[in-house]
């Protein structure tokens, strides 16, 4: 009898349908013990809003409901406008089409619904961006209603009855919209223009990863879980070079894909086993890509040269298939590696009994993880220009990333997704100011006791983008500043309050467990860095305040730190220099005195890297030849990219050369591809060997393509200059001593 139950259980195995481009890793299903850690999964959940009730969860369907009859209403109206025939004007239709986290089921508690208005040929972008807008101007219930026609997914952004909406649109070649019209077709998409496409896009994505897990609701739970960690531990970012919603889910339903029969539980702790031993950067696929006769560009690495310099692909379902992680750096991938690891180390634990949800969900103490931070500030003088302004210095925070991960005495800069408000007593022009963190981690150079290091270039380089990108766009404003400094660890307290910044005391087991595998990559990272004696404690929660205005007293250092600390802070400042107060005892440069020039620096080299801003990264201009037998082929049948090493310059930027390179910034930005001197070329070409240990790696070029695909204000103009206007932008220098 067991030999036949057992026979029928394999049977069915084998006719369970086959989901995803590999075979399932296991078939098992779950077991009376994973239900109830499931349950627990579920109750650690709860106090953190991610489930709906009941009413809220109709009160949606009411106002989706509203929104789907105006909308009807109005393609009507429009058609009746365009003097279609009656016969033709009843049944035109109209749709309204949701995605985002509320189509996947998984949006927390007053989250807001991303939806797509479709309609038929006849009615044009602008009549939505027109004679829409108005009818919703008109509506009882509508509130805060803007557009934002311009952007690189067109928007109408509303809130009705207490639910905020973001409303795209797409026109289809088609005379109606039916109720039961399947996006998922994608004949759905000839002849249309690029920004329907781009809006089509959301859904169609949506859709597919729902057609492509085997059990819906497990991956819900399971999506839901692992957005609350990533959100807790400040990985959840795509601006900021991290991954969005659209990436934690296709990374979900993958996982749901190799486990199919496997409960909520079981799946998070899957999750942390396969992409902590993720081969990145071998591309992450819910199906074979599916070709087309439509023409677009689609992320394909053996066609696109640009696409095998991706860190982290995750590659949507949907066609166009599109790499959702471009924005993602060397840094980013290897914090959110490390997390990976960490979750998988902590979900063992708590299958094993030894602890519980609650301890995947705390979040670190990102203040206390690193020595060296630098303090990026964005002020301006009423709210609704620091609106704007923190918007788009934020969407340029991975740019000053990458630049710093290009230094050759930076080993890694992992920017703390959460913003801060600053301490207005430092900015008596401003009294609207966000601080952002990045923690630094520097090289260790062997056989020197200490190092210079400077970094006005990285971070002078980063400025100029945001003002000439502000500039561009008409955003620049009087009174707009950026503000870059560096500070140790010991220092954070002019800036945040002691409650963030307190450190967790560890017990016994915690130390222990620390010891393990668990900070093998951490103390891997140590080894080969000034900041071996850093903390690792990652485990204190903090909540992020309301309020930050007021800063802790200054403390005195203990005797003998201020010989140490004579350089330190040092700050890049685009118009008014940040007055932090320091400690006593410290000796803190004053911003825009003179350098000394007897200081001994590095000489500057022949030819200066000129950063690029290609959308998804910064790369330097380094043209080399490609060698085609680099990429190889693996299971998923796409290349497989050998690791991605982004040449460092050689040396910072000498002291000498950098007030001359400072004025002769917008010449560099009018630089093209390649260098035209050969001999600049060929000097370029054996300093990045060097960096690299002698071996040429490729550079990618810049895709024209990926570039017409890219927002109209996601790009600077490169011949635009750095912004001359009445707006006075003064260039300092930040340059610090690492001891050992």
């Known amino acids: 009898m067991k030999e036949m139950s057992a026979n029928t259980m394999l049977d069915s195995q084998r006719q369970q349908k086959h989901y995803g481009i590999t075979s399932p890793i296991s078939l098992a299903c779950p077991k009376e013990i994973d239900h109830i850690y499931t349950q627990k999964l579920i109750d650690a959940m709860k106090p953190f809003g991610v ?16 929104l789907n009859n105006l909308v009807k209403e109005w393609i009507s109206d429009v058609s009746e406008s365009k003097n279609l025939p009656p016969s033709v004007v009843a049944t035109v239709g109209g749709k309204i089409f949701t995605f985002g986290s509320y189509r996947l089921g998984v949006h927390t508690k007053g989250a807001d619904i991303d939806a797509l208005c479709v309609a038929p040929r006849h009615v044009e972008r602008s009549d939505f961006f027109q004679s829409f807008f108005e009818k919703l101007k008109h509506q009882d219930g509508i509130r805060n209603l803007r557009a934002v026609e311009d952007a690189f997914v067109p928007v109408i952004k509303f809130e009705f009855d207490g639910i905020e909406i973001d409303l795209v649109f797409a026109r289809l070649a088609i005379q109606t919209i039916s109720d039961n019209l399947d996006l998922r077709d994608d004949s759905r998409l000839r002849s249309l223009d690029i920004r329907c496409i781009r809006s089509l896009n959301g859904c169609r994505v949506t859709d597919e990863i729902l057609h492509l897990v085997p059990n819906k609701e497990t991956f819900r739970l399971t999506l839901r879980a692992v957005k609350l960690w990533a959100k807790r531990r400040g990985i959840y970012s795509n601006m ?42 071998n591309p992450v696929l819910l199906k074979q890509p599916e070709e ?93 220009n620091h609106l704007e302004w923190v918007g788009l210095v934020e969407s340029k925070i991975r740019v000053l990333v990458g630049n710093l991960e290009r230094n050759e005495f930076i080993t890694l800069a992992h920017v703390n997704p959460q913003s801060f408000p600053g301490n207005k007593e430092h900015h008596k022009d401003n009294n609207y100011i966000s601080m952002w963190f990045l923690g630094i981690i520097f090289r260790r150079v062997e056989n020197a006791e200490s190092v210079n290091i400077d ?76 900041d071996s004696s850093r903390d690792t404690d990652n485990g204190t929660p903090f909540n992020s305040p309301v309020s930050t205005n007021k800063s802790s007293k200054p403390e005195s250092p203990p005797a003998g730190e201020a010989e140490r600390n004579n350089a330190e802070p040092a700050a890049v400042i685009v118009e008014k220099p940040l007055s932090v ?26 030819v200066c890297t000129i950063p690029t801003v290609v959308g998804r990264n910064v790369i330097p201009r380094i043209t080399t030849p490609h060698n085609p037998a ?86 600077p103009d490169s011949s635009s200059p750095v912004p001359a206007n009445n707006i006075r932008v003064i260039k300092n220098s930040i340059r610090l001593t690492l001891n050992r």
């Open 455 to 530: 970094l006005t270039y990285d971070i002078q380089s980063f400025t100029d983008t945001v003002y000439r990108q502000a500039n561009n766009i008409n955003m620049l404003k009087e009174g707009m500043k950026i503000e870059a400094t560096h500070v140790k660890k010991k220092q954070l307290h002019h800036y945040l309050p002691a409650e963030i910044l307190q450190k967790k005391k560890k017990s016994l087991s915690d130390v222990n467990r620390c010891s393990g595998g668990l900070q093998s990559k951490r103390s891997s990272l140590d080894s080969s860095c000034l």
């Open 51 to 66: 489930f709906e009730d009941e009413e809220e969860l109709n009160h949606r369907l009411v106002v989706l409901g509203k």
């Open 240 to 281: 900021l070079g991290f991954l969005g919603g659209v990436s934690w889910a296709m990374l979900v339903a993958r996982t749901c894909q190799l486990y199919p029969n496997a409960a909520a539980s079981t799946l998070v702790h899957k999750f942390f086993l396969v992409f902590s031993k993720w081969e990145w950067p």
């Open 630 to 715: 680099q990429g190889q082929p693996h299971l998923n049948g796409m290349s497989n990219i050998s690791k991605n090493v982004t040449p460092k310059r050689s040396h910072s930027p000498s002291v000498d050369g950098t007030s001359k390179r400072l004025k002769d910034i917008e010449k560099f930005i009018r630089l093209e591809s390649a260098f035209k001197d050969s001999h600049s070329a060929e000097e370029r070409k054996r300093k990045s060997m060097d960096a690299i240990g002698g071996e040429s790696m490729p550079i990618p070029t810049i895709d024209t393509s990926r570039k017409k695909r890219l927002p109209s204000k996601e790009l």
């Open 292 to 384: 087309s006769n439509l023409n677009l560009p689609v992320w394909d690495p053996r066609v696109n040269p640009s696409d095998r310099y991706h860190l982290m692909p995750i590659i949507t379902p949907a066609y166009p298939q599109q790499n959702s992680t471009y924005n993602v750096s060397t840094s980013t991938r290897t914090v959110m590696v490390e997390e990976f690891k960490q979750g998988l180390a902590v979900t063992d634990e708590i299958l094993q009994g030894k602890s519980d949800w609650s301890k995947l969900l705390e979040p670190p103490n990102f203040f206390q993880k690193y020595r060296h931070y630098i303090v990026l500030t964005a002020s301006a003088s009423t709210e609704e």
């Open 581 to 606: 107060p320091p400690a006593q005892g410290l000796s803190i440069p004053v911003i825009g005195a003179k350098v000394d020039s007897t200081v001994k620096t590095v000489s500057s080299p022949a």
